[in-house]
């Protein structure tokens, strides 16, 4: 009987300790550093670290972190922690630093991983702060620690425009991503892009978007795909996700988001409408250049539309070619044997069934007489309206 209760004993021992997360290098437990473990509302605990405590944190090798094991908090209940640096901020799904509340919810089995490597720069005065409806409560075995794991922090995780600084609606648009594993232990990644938050505004062309790997430390990946905008908007670029376990825990890093300042397909050519004069005498020739600019650096193909050039005997429609960042001007001459004004509005229109039109400029140009400006005219009947209402106050009533 006495061995039956032993073995049961020791059993539950196993299983208890089956379900207790460690990760291997230096660590120190909230109990040793006599750190409080309830967080009643918000609030925030110093950790209480000593200089010498400091010093073998920072001497080392390994990845500074928190191993938080919860006993006790709600699914909204949150961590962040605050430092001599300030709020150390942490990337989330839209790829920039802007998240640094780690929710209970996020929880593995009751433990929370923060990572605290920014940190290191600093003095490591550290504070644990939280936030609840209730209350918080951790268990004695939470701890701080330089752990050997592998790492993806900061800049060793990159998404980037290749050789392109913008997007381009409906235009193939190459990306590159870079993941180095800057840690102390090797990493079964799965590296992939995401697009599950962006659907509407880009769509995955070809090239390859995923990829599964070996990552030791110091060694790098990278993959390039190319996406399609699908609109003029400026909108958020999704984030590259890596995912990697160790010990059972799986850890998910985001490389930075990008910004699309994407144009549309005519706002990339340049349009300028110079005329040699607005007025023109009977049967003197004028010029009107168009010139056009090319500021991509795709071949560009659409149609110009020059409003009343076949007044003189010219074609209105011209299909214009232009190669990456060229300009081309055109040259047109015109005069006229009457008295006559035209108005040139000039125009590109672009994609199928050429439904895309942007209007450029529009200048008018008038033979034989000048245009004439009302402006001065209209200022003359008011001065003479006021004088002639003074003189009727003044010496006729």
């Given at each position: 009987m006495?061995?039956?209760?032993?073995?049961?004993?020791?059993?539950?021992?196993?299983?208890s300790?089956?379900?207790?997360l460690?990760?291997?290098?230096?660590?120190?437990?909230?109990?040793?550093?006599?750190?409080?473990?309830?967080?009643?509302?918000?609030?925030?605990?110093?950790?209480?670290?000593?200089?010498?405590?400091?010093?073998?944190l920072?001497?080392?090798p390994?990845?500074?972190?928190?191993?938080?094991?919860?006993?006790?908090?709600?699914?909204?209940?949150?961590?962040?922690?605050?430092?001599?640096?300030?709020?150390l901020?942490?990337?989330?799904?839209?790829?920039?630093?802007v998240?640094?509340?780690?929710?209970?919810?996020?929880?593995?089995?009751?433990?929370?991983?923060i990572?605290?490597?920014?940190?290191?720069?600093?003095?490591?005065?550290?504070?644990?702060?939280a936030?609840?409806k209730?209350?918080?409560?951790l268990?004695?075995?939470?701890?701080?620690?330089?752990?050997?794991?592998?790492?993806?922090?900061e800049?060793?995780?990159?998404?980037?425009?290749k050789?392109?600084?913008?997007?381009?609606i409906?235009?193939?648009?190459?990306?590159?991503?870079?993941?180095?594993?800057?840690?102390?232990?090797?990493?079964?990644?799965?590296?992939?892009?995401?697009?599950?938050?962006?659907?509407?505004?880009f769509?995955?062309?070809?090239?390859?978007?995923?990829?599964?790997?070996?990552?030791?430390?110091?060694?790098?990946?990278?993959l390039?795909?190319?996406?399609?905008?699908?609109?003029?908007?400026?909108?958020?670029?999704?984030?590259?996700?890596?995912?990697?376990?160790?010990?059972?825990?799986?850890?998910?890093?985001?490389?930075?988001g990008?910004?699309?300042?994407?144009?549309?397909?005519?706002?990339?050519?340049?349009?300028?409408?110079?005329?040699?004069?607005?007025?023109?005498?009977?049967?003197?020739?004028?010029?009107?250049?168009?010139?056009?600019?090319?500021?991509?650096?795709?071949?560009k193909?659409?149609?110009?539309?020059?409003?009343?050039?076949?007044k003189?005997?010219?074609?209105?429609?011209?299909?214009?070619?232009?190669?990456?960042m060229?300009?081309?001007?055109?040259?047109?001459?015109?005069?006229?044997?009457?008295?006559?004004?035209?108005?040139f509005?000039v125009?590109l229109?672009?994609?199928n069934?050429?439904?895309?039109?942007k209007l450029?400029?529009?200048?008018?140009?008038?033979?034989?007489?000048e245009?004439?400006?009302?402006?001065?005219?209209?200022?003359?009947?008011?001065?003479?309206?006021?004088?002639?209402?003074?003189?009727?106050?003044r010496?006729?009533?």
């Amino acid at each position: 009987m006495n061995k039956l209760f032993a073995f049961s004993i020791s059993l539950i021992f196993l299983i208890s300790f089956s379900f207790a997360l460690t990760f291997p290098g230096k660590t120190i437990n909230f109990e040793d550093l006599n750190t409080p473990l309830t967080y009643v509302k918000d609030g925030c605990i110093e950790l209480g670290l000593s200089s010498l405590d400091k010093d073998t944190l920072k001497s080392t090798p390994g990845v500074l972190g928190l191993l938080l094991h919860i006993k006790e908090g709600d699914a909204d209940d949150f961590f962040y922690v605050q430092s001599d640096l300030g709020v150390l901020y942490s990337r989330n799904i839209f790829g920039f630093n802007v998240n640094h509340r780690h929710f209970v919810s996020e929880a593995q089995n009751n433990y929370l991983f923060i990572n605290l490597e920014p940190a290191k720069t600093g003095n490591l005065d550290l504070f644990l702060c939280a936030g609840s409806k209730n209350k918080i409560v951790l268990l004695e075995d939470s701890q701080i620690g330089s752990y050997r794991l592998p790492y993806f922090g900061e800049n060793n995780f990159t998404k980037n425009f290749k050789d392109l600084d913008n997007y381009k609606i409906n235009e193939k648009t190459p990306v590159e991503v870079v993941l180095k594993n800057s840690g102390y232990a090797n990493a079964e990644i799965f590296l992939f892009y995401d697009n599950e938050l962006f659907t509407n505004w880009f769509k995955l062309k070809d090239g390859t978007p995923s990829m599964s790997r070996l990552l030791a430390p110091d060694d790098f990946v990278s993959l390039e795909y190319n996406v399609v905008p699908l609109t003029g908007k400026s909108f958020s670029v999704s984030p590259a996700v890596v995912r990697y376990s160790v010990n059972g825990y799986i850890f998910t890093n985001y490389s930075n988001g990008l910004i699309s300042n994407a144009r549309a397909y005519l706002d990339e050519i340049f349009v300028n409408l110079d005329i040699s004069s607005t007025h023109l005498d009977l049967n003197q020739e004028g010029t009107i250049k168009v010139i056009l600019q090319n500021d991509s650096d795709k071949q560009k193909n659409a149609v110009l539309l020059v409003s009343n050039l076949d007044k003189f005997g010219l074609d209105n429609r011209y299909e214009i070619d232009l190669k990456p960042m060229e300009t081309k001007t055109l040259t047109y001459k015109i005069s006229s044997p009457k008295e006559q004004i035209f108005t040139f509005n000039v125009s590109l229109i672009a994609g199928n069934d050429e439904k895309t039109e942007k209007l450029y400029d529009s200048q008018t140009i008038s033979f034989g007489k000048e245009l004439t400006n009302y402006n001065y005219i209209y200022v003359i009947v008011a001065i003479v309206l006021v004088l002639g209402v003074a003189v009727y106050y003044r010496y006729l009533l």
